[in-house]
């Protein structure tokens, strides 16, 4: 036992060598994949239009950096920019204008099949950049994306007993989907059926009204509910509180909340 911890303790430097190898190995790989994108040449019309202030900027900061007293730091000249720009007031809307129309025209070239043909080449671009980049992980097809967003969505509705389009079927089909037939019930389920808490009238018109027939039935069935002496109005206010989840309200009952 000593044996075995003292051999696990003399791997932890060894695991920490091979983790910090690990972690300098993936940030090379990202450096260099954003430098491969970098290196794509870019379409000056697929490029973000500048803002107001970085057009007016672009335009004035010559003048203002020579009205400085000495050599200013960037950090001074960059204050200064942004309080000459704060106190222009009204004189803003030319900047304001010349930004707002430059959009306008990067977005209308983008949705113009010209612009579209150049951001598509675009992306294939720096795809293949990054795919030659050594160590960078494969880029999943959109297929793969789409099955896999379609699981978790499946995954994230299992829970519950009837979806949302089966609580909109006539009665009689939602009915007919929910009670299997006498002959094809056996042992065990064939008696859950048969001593099922007892449901009246009313309460099963009310949760036929609410949506939630199927699963009265369903949850009425249960030989947990059954042996705890559950009536059918309490089973119909457990679905209420549960939204419908059978397995909840079940929860709810037995756990006496």
């Known amino acids: 036992m000593r044996n075995s911890k003292r051999r696990q303790k003399d791997r932890k430097p060894w695991r920490k060598k091979k983790d910090e190898k690990k972690d300098k ?25 500048l803002s107001a202030y970085f057009i007016w900027l672009q335009a004035s900061r010559e003048g203002i950096v020579a009205k400085m007293e000495g050599k200013p730091s960037t950090g001074d000249i960059t204050k200064k920019c942004a309080e000459v720009w704060n106190n222009l007031g009204t004189e803003k809307k030319p900047w304001d204008d010349k930004a707002k129309k430059a959009k306008d025209d990067y977005e209308a070239y983008l949705k113009s099949p010209e612009g579209e043909a150049a951001m598509a080449a675009y992306t294939e671009a720096t795809k293949t950049a990054k795919a030659e980049v050594k160590g960078a992980p494969a880029e999943k097809a959109p297929v793969e994306k789409k099955e896999k967003a379609e699981k978790a969505e499946k995954a994230d509705k299992a829970d519950k007993e009837e979806s949302p389009a089966a609580k909109k079927r006539p009665r009689k089909e939602a009915s007919a989907k929910a009670e299997p037939s006498p002959k094809k019930a056996k042992g065990k389920s064939a008696k859950a059926e048969a001593a099922g808490v007892a449901l009246d009238d009313a309460t099963v018109a009310a949760a036929e009204k609410a949506g939630f027939g199927p699963q009265l039935r369903n949850l009425a069935k249960r030989d947990d509910i059954i042996a705890k002496g559950c009536e059918g109005k309490a089973l119909l206010k457990a679905l209420q509180s549960s939204d419908g989840l059978v397995n909840k309200a079940k929860a709810t009952l037995l756990g006496g909340a």
């Open 25 to 49: 190995k993936d940030a090379k790989t990202k450096k260099d994949i954003k430098s491969a994108v970098k290196s794509v040449e870019k379409d000056d019309k697929l490029k973000r239009p």
